[in-house]
């Protein structure tokens, strides 16, 4: 999906998220939402070297997704270099949200840890398996945002790892690693998103050692595969499927742009007839 040059998503985003917020208010009445990318180099600063329109729209994106109408604070809760993307966090700061590195020393969190937060960004093995799952779980269930990057230094253990908390939602991480081996130049992959909010304007992001995105039930509206990866012209042994078309990024109750852009006319359209 692409805009009209004229047309930037980010005002629109903006309204719809701060209209959602509306009607879902107080913060954390409603559920809140999920995005997993098979890769945590999607928004790593060689990403924004290499790909710097794209890995600021995608940022972009997510962060519509999750400020909950804004200025946000979120929480990156990783022991993965991920937490020093310096780039990711600075795009995110600039758009007027504050965020903290491993809050409490890195610890082991609990639900009321996390509820000081609009969002939280994870990767790596911390913080993953049944024993953080649960508060997890409670969180996004409460109205928490979270993303999970997969493709990092766990090397497989990823889907394995995250299962007890993504499983919840219908989401899920391959098993097998694919692409560039780590510590190789990031390849730039040309990239077809589904209408999702949260990839909406993106044809290409950088992508080094990473898996599979999964919806692991397609009959639940509210978890989609949103952007599909062309990895046809990379050889590796554990490319799985079709390496035309293989999911990178998934999410939960992400909605699509156009129906976040009808809950935010409707919301103006409701309040023109109350004032009459």
């Not at 024993?131 to 945002?145: D, E, S």
């Not at 299962?163 to 510590?183: C, H, I, K, M, W």
Request: aromatic share 10%; charged share 5%.
């Amino acid at each position: 999906m692409s805009y009209p040059a004229a047309l930037s998503p980010r005002p629109l985003f903006a309204v719809a998220c701060a209209a959602a917020t509306l009607v879902a208010a107080p913060a954390f009445a409603s559920p809140g939402s999920i995005i997993i990318t098979g890769d945590e180099w999607l928004v790593s600063n060689q990403a924004f070297t290499a790909n710097v329109t794209q890995t600021r729209r995608l940022t972009d994106n997510i962060e519509d997704c999750f400020d909950n109408g804004g200025p946000a604070l979120f929480a990156v809760l990783t022991s993965h270099p991920i937490a020093y993307n310096t780039q990711f966090r600075n795009r995110l700061t600039s758009l007027g949200n504050t965020v903290v590195n491993n809050p409490g020393g890195g610890g082991p969190f609990t639900l009321t840890t996390l509820q000081q937060y609009d969002a939280v960004f994870l990767a790596g093995s911390a913080w993953a398996g049944p024993a953080n799952a649960p508060a997890l779980t409670a969180y996004v269930q409460g109205g928490g945002h979270v993303m999970v990057m997969g493709g990092t230094s766990t090397n497989g253990s990823a889907a394995a790892a995250w299962a007890p908390f993504l499983n919840t939602f219908g989401l899920g991480f391959g098993g097998a690693y694919f692409a560039v081996p780590p510590g190789g130049t990031p390849l730039q992959i040309a990239a077809t998103p589904l209408p999702n909010a949260a990839t909406s304007g993106i044809s290409s992001v950088s992508w080094s050692f990473g898996s599979t995105a999964l919806d692991l039930n397609a009959a639940d509206p509210l978890n989609q595969v949103a952007l599909w990866g062309n990895f046809s012209a990379v050889t590796s042994p554990t490319m799985p499927g079709n390496t035309q078309s293989l999911p990178i990024i998934a999410t939960w109750n992400i909605p699509s742009p156009g129906s976040l852009a009808g809950v935010a006319m409707g919301l103006v359209m409701a309040a023109h007839r109350r004032r009459k």
